[in-house]
């Protein structure tokens, strides 16, 4: 048994080790194994609060980690009998009071669920894993709950057990309350882990409840997990622009320019929701909203589908929704209100209250220090003269994207240094979604401020 152990202590204590070679030794930790959790064939030296050599057990679990599924049927009966027991353990002793005793027979219980995974046991092993799992999510213990996540975020990547995770995610959406950002963090994890067209809608909607009181070092990680969702599962696409919506709205500042630009993207391709983005927009504006992501957005948005709504909302007051945050923008945003207002104006000449309001903008930007306003603005002004050529021949509507690869998911893979296969998350199940597979190619800023000259 002592060369056993300090097998077990040597291999425990690699990262990567090959057991070629050592085929023989899995007979002989199994039972060995067998021998503590059933016999207890220790002496009281190596008895601690009842439970035979909890250190050795736990060493001997993760060694056979590296070992192949065990060949025959008598061997695998074997290890399946002595995991089942293992829980039956856990289970007695989850009644206990006695803390060290706790922890221990845990210990075990975890490297035997790492086991299970590693060995791809049998389904009734992989249910009393999520059972016993799901026991300790509630648990005032702040390192058993977190390995509890742990190991259910794990468990929720085998598809056979993923729908016996969902009945607890309510109490996985309490544990984001958490005081302990470690416990929040793997709590996010699991929740994106989890999620599939069935609980989509509902995770995501307590996702973006809880992004006004997340952590600030959270907040980046989980709008673009929010987006991701929200993207791969979305129902429709009028359900994807209010989530956009509502993370621009109450955590603009941590949007990167790929979100607003994935959402303007499936606008233009959906005819459909082009006049619903439009009402949203200006709804949202209408609150106060003006995050600097926020504004990109509504002055593509309300620059090319306003039109759409001003029988509602009439365009002079969409131009003003817009520019009463003109001055507090940056020169590149300045530059896509620019572009907005032109078009606005374009889509209405004969309103003559809105042709003076623009055309003075344009008359003062012109002679801005910046080179690219100035720029414009001179460029607008002249084209404002004549409406009905400028719309004919060069300020024309912008077509419709073509797919590509999401740069949303790059980078998320960027984030969790781990490479993320774009082809295993979809757009959303309606066909006009899915028309559609990736964010906006780099510089699709530059391309949306300016204005689109006829071939």
Not at 133 to 153: C, D, H, M, Q, W
Not at 440 to 447: T, Y
Request: hydrophobic share 45%.
């Amino acid at each position: 048994m002592l060369c056993l152990h300090v097998l077990c202590c040597c291999w425990a204590s690699c990262d990567a080790v090959c057991a070629a070679g050592y085929e023989q030794c899995q007979g002989k930790l199994l039972r060995l194994l067998e021998r503590l959790v059933y016999l207890r064939e220790v002496t009281a030296d190596y008895t601690y609060y009842g439970i035979a050599s909890p250190w050795l057990q736990a060493k001997v679990l993760r060694t056979l980690q590296y070992f192949p599924s065990p060949e025959g049927t008598a061997a695998q009966r074997q290890l399946h009998d002595v995991l089942v027991a293992i829980f039956n353990s856990c289970a007695e002793t989850g009644k206990s009071s006695t803390v060290n005793k706790t922890n221990a027979q845990h210990a075990i219980l975890f490297e035997a669920i790492s086991l299970i995974l590693a060995l791809d046991c049998s389904k009734d092993l992989l249910a009393s894993s999520v059972t016993t799992l799901g026991r300790f999510l509630s648990v005032k213990e702040p390192n058993i709950r977190y390995l509890a996540l742990e190991n259910l975020t794990r468990l929720a990547l085998v598809p056979e057990v993923l729908e016996s995770i969902t009945p607890h995610q309510g109490t996985i959406l309490g544990n984001l309350k958490d005081p302990d950002v470690s416990i929040r963090r793997r709590a996010l994890d699991l929740l994106f882990t989890m999620c599939d067209g069935g609980s989509a809608v509902e995770v995501v909607e307590e996702l973006v409840k809880y992004l006004t009181v997340a952590d600030f070092g959270m907040r980046e990680e989980l709008v673009l997990k929010i987006c991701i969702l929200a993207e791969k599962f979305a129902p429709n696409v009028q359900w994807y622009v209010d989530v956009v919506l509502a993370l621009l709205e109450r955590a603009g500042d941590f949007c990167n320019d790929d979100i607003w630009h994935r959402v303007v993207q499936l606008i233009t391709n959906n005819e459909g929701s082009q006049a619903y983005a439009a009402s949203q927009v200006v709804e949202v504006l209408g609150r106060g909203a003006s995050h600097e992501a926020l504004m990109c957005m509504a002055a593509y948005v309300i620059g090319e589908y306003g039109r759409l709504i001003k029988s509602q909302v009439p365009t002079l007051d969409q131009f003003r929704l817009l520019h009463e945050r003109f001055p507090t923008l940056s020169s590149t945003t300045k530059g896509l209100l620019l572009t907005a207002y032109l078009k606005m104006l374009l889509s209405d000449p004969g309103n003559e209250a809105l042709k003076s309001e623009v055309t003075d903008v344009f008359s003062r930007y012109s002679r801005q220090l910046d080179p690219e306003l100035q720029q414009r603005s001179a460029e607008y002004l002249v084209l404002a003269q004549n409406p009905s050529s400028a719309a004919a021949s060069y300020v024309l509507p912008m077509p419709k994207w073509e797919g590509r690869e999401s740069a949303l998911l790059k980078r998320l893979a960027a984030t969790e240094g781990a490479d993320v296969d774009a082809a295993e998350a979809p757009a959303a199940n309606d066909e006009a979604f899915a028309a559609v597979t990736g964010p906006a190619v780099a510089g699709l800023s530059a391309a949306l401020g300016g204005t689109r000259a006829a071939a």
